[in-house]
């Protein structure tokens, strides 16, 4: 597998990409590794052949900054520096004013926690550097920051080289779907790195990584090869939920990357998560004929983020997300269910419904979870699988093809009212066999 190509310069980034309140930068090298995922004792260091972080508690803490809130306060500290062309910012008057910037909800426990990691965070000594590059401090060491009567740290310097490394490699990120994804730090971790590696590639060109270099980039030691992969796939199924400008392949080489572009998607470059979607019932062949209008349905509740491999040491506050967290959206088990790309490895969402007293046994298929009649593919899977209503390319057809002759058991049953719970259905699901985007 090929790896990523040399980076091509970044200097234009910030002065190409359109001005955009949805806009976080931050700092390539900070994408390109992981930070402590959870509370550490002592200090951490990653370093790979393009980045390296290290990052030192001060010597009132033994414990190094961790975890989502980590991420999110070092993205919004290189963010305002990039936005004020200076090293000197300010992050507000207090937590909760910074939380609702970026879309986290406001509780007590949030605000102690981002607060205490903010401490952590400015106490500590981070370093990072690029390319081979000299370490450079994040904060300017000269400049201890003044803590508010409410113990926030509102102002902040910054290294002036670190400054002028940021401003010359920063990184375009979407607030929107950082706020998606802030309940799992590895899967803000494969986000930016997304974006890092597609930043330095014209749209459309693939980009490769194996997993030996994701590992050492994002990998815990108490992680083998194995456990690491299912971990960094479930960050990277995330991604893709709420990510709809990216396409992404794995295989057992690696992973690899490209942009999608418009005509693909029909979403915008920075796509808002769709969280008030709606469903219908997948038609039966000749239901275009019908009258009767088609009558969306609600979507069940998001049952919820994969669960973290890694226990937390020391329990701490995760955010809360002010918008539905993008999943695996379905009605009930009596109703149409669907199947998003994380679970099947294709392009597309899979509607199965019950019979409902139809003979021939159906499945649909939608380019995303928004039901549209008009974008609506029927399938017919007796005596042969073949489109009997819209129509999607030769290819996305044989991956379907191949998807629901590998899982036609598990069509079948809920076809026949054989399965009670969305659980049963999602815990049967099989992904298609042959690799390719999805």
């Not at 306060?73 to 300010?90: E, H, Q, R």
């Not at 019950?354 to 899977?381: K, M, Y």
């Not at 719970?421 to 099989?430: A, F, K, M, N, Q």
Request: hydrophobic share 40%; with cysteine.
């Amino acid at each position: 597998m090929t790896q990523i190509s040399k980076p091509r310069s970044l200097a234009a980034n910030v002065a190409a990409v359109p001005s955009d309140e949805h806009v976080l930068w931050h700092h390539a090298a900070l994408c390109q590794l992981a930070l402590p995922p959870s509370p550490l004792k002592g200090n951490w260091h990653r370093q790979v052949e393009t980045a390296a972080v290290t990052i030192i508690p001060g010597s009132d803490d033994t414990v190094a900054p961790s975890g989502s809130f980590l991420r999110l306060l070092a993205m919004c500290i290189c963010d305002a520096a990039v936005k004020s062309c200076t090293p000197a910012i300010n992050l507000g008057p207090s937590a909760a004013v910074l939380a609702s910037r970026i879309g986290i909800i406001v509780d007590q426990t949030t605000l102690d926690t981002i607060g205490n990691q903010l401490a952590r965070l400015v106490s500590a000594k981070v370093t990072v550097a690029l390319n081979g590059g000299p370490e450079l401090t994040l904060l300017d060491a000269r400049s201890k920051p003044r803590i508010s009567a409410n113990g926030w740290h509102p102002n902040l310097r910054l290294n002036a080289r670190f400054h002028s490394s940021l401003i010359e490699n920063a990184i375009p990120l979407d607030c929107r779907i950082l706020t998606e994804l802030a309940n799992s730090p590895a899967a803000m971790d494969a986000y930016a790195w997304i974006r890092h590696a597609l930043a330095h590639v014209a749209a459309g060109q693939i980009v490769s990584a194996t997993w030996q270099d994701l590992q050492s980039r994002f990998g815990t030691d108490r992680q083998n090869s194995d456990a690491f992969r299912s971990v960094f796939e479930d960050a990277l199924h995330q991604v893709f939920s709420v990510d709809l400008s990216i396409a992404i392949a794995v295989d057992d080489d690696g992973v690899s990357l490209r942009s999608v572009d418009s005509e693909e998607t029909e979403a915008n470059p920075h796509p808002t998560p769709q969280n008030d979607q709606t469903t219908a019932p997948v038609q039966s062949p000749g239901a275009e004929l019908s009258n009767e209008p088609v009558r969306p349905q609600p979507t069940a509740p998001h049952a919820g983020n994969p669960v973290e491999r890694d226990v937390d040491p020391e329990p701490q506050a995760r955010p809360h997300v002010s918008h539905a967290t993008t999943g695996t959206p379905a009605r009930s088990a009596l109703g149409p269910v669907s199947l998003q790309p994380r679970l099947t490895g294709l392009n597309q969402v899979v509607w199965l419904r019950q019979a409902n007293g139809d003979r021939d046994i159906v499945v649909g298929v939608t380019p995303d979870a928004q039901f549209r009649p008009e974008r609506l593919t029927v399938l017919a899977l007796e005596p042969i699988v073949m489109q009997v209503i819209g129509g999607i390319s030769e290819r996305d057809f044989e991956r379907v093809s191949a998807w629901v002759m590998t899982n036609r058991d598990l069509i079948d049953d809920v076809w026949e009212e054989k399965l009670a719970s969305l659980e049963d259905i999602y815990g049967r699901v099989r992904k298609v066999p042959a690799v390719g985007w999805r």
